[in-house]
């Protein structure tokens, strides 16, 4: 039997006394800026306030883009790039396995119907065969989902959108500042998305913000966030919805966005150092192109197939030791009222139009993602905070290993 230290999940004394939880660093400077646009009380943007149209201008030039639309959040930002990118009601719309719901749901919300695209088996990112595969005639549209920060074959995906007629979208909730060959993600498609929640690199509680180059689209996303108005204040040009960012978040996310160029090279270095420290544990991560980055809004990484079964109890014990680790987000096809098409909106599909979510779709997705986990390196981490990461991982994948291989069954 191999010597194997007891888990603090099982009685035994972890690696760190107390957990620090990853929390966006807030400057004094931003602080104080906060508390000025609190105390001059002008909170919202159509009541005269500067703060988010000064935020959309500063984002839009950070990425080299034409416009952006700030809004409540990265669903919204979503769900209005959709429905402002004027995509067919009820066409097809591939998105890849591996994605947060509100890829899906907002995509329902706005009457398209989503496909779901197999991963690639050495990048987890989307597959451009696979999306090859999955077009038909219906098919309107491509979004790439740069999940945990991992870039989409950005060049390939676009080269498919154009060769068929399709809108090229991009999902960058978790991927700000990623390259994919020296090009930063979200500036390939027509329009991109990106989320400004808690542990984002831009994090401002909660938050979401558009860019495109296209001006035809900012100004419709713009009208649909804020319930569908033109310039005027009774001009109401269509349905839309309540979307607007608050001059609050906007103060905050204009001095957030200052600090993402240093924040992307603290988590690029702590990422590729703890994947030095692991390297003997088993773990496996995923394949970064030449000339391409990860952001690192996670660090994903798969345990070995034969732990497959054990993943959930691994985060346990690893949360145990008082490190962030989580589990993978599921594959959609794993939420069960995506599985089973319960939205009402299927229900207006006829049958030869309903998609197929069957246990057969994207099974390399299946099988990475049963096994992935994310390890915490987001804001305010620091290399202290991460030396207990490699330590709670080397001394969690040891017992696991090692009690695998001597039993055949759970520690």
Known sequence: MIEREKLALYGGQPVRDG???????????????????????????????????????????????????????????????????????????????????????????????????????????????????????????????????QPCPMTELAQIAEAHDLTLLEDCGQSHGALWARRKTGTFGRAAAFSLCCRKHIALGEGGILITDDEELAATARSLAHKGKGEGWFDYREMGFSYNMTEVQAALGRHQLRRLDSEL????????????????????????????????????????????????????????????CDPSHPHLLDIDWIREQRPYFFRTLPPEERPSYGPEIAPVARDLLRRQIGIEVGPGLDEEDLSYTVAAIRKVMAYFRAAYGATGRKP
């Open 265 to 324: 090279v603290r988590r690029q270095r702590l990422a590729r150092w703890v994947q030095e420290q692991v390297a003997e544990t088993g773990l496996s991560f995923p394949l970064v192109p030449a000339g391409s980055t990860h952001a690192y809004f996670k660090l994903n990484a798969l345990v070995p197939p034969e732990l497959a079964p054990y993943r959930n109890e691994i985060v346990d014990a690893l949360q145990a030791e008082n490190v962030g």
């Open 19 to 149: 957990r620090k939880d990853a929390r966006p660093v807030i400057s004094q400077e931003a602080k104080e800026e906060v508390m000025a646009v609190l105390s001059k009380g002008t909170l919202a943007q159509f009541y005269g306030g500067t703060q988010v149209r000064a935020f959309e201008s500063e984002y839009a030039a950070w990425f080299g883009r034409s416009y952006a639309v700030a809004v409540s959040s990265g669903t919204a930002a979503l769900h209005v790039m959709y429905l402002a990118a004027r995509l067919p009601e009820r066409s097809e719309v591939l998105i890849p396995a591996n994605a947060y719901v509100s890829v899906l749901s907002a995509l329902l919300q706005a009457h398209l119907i989503p496909v779901i695209v197999d991963l690639d088996p050495q990048s987890w990112a989307m597959d451009p065969e696979d999306c090859r595969r999955k077009i038909t005639s219906r098919t309107s549209a491509i979004v790439a989902v740069h999940m945990y920060g």
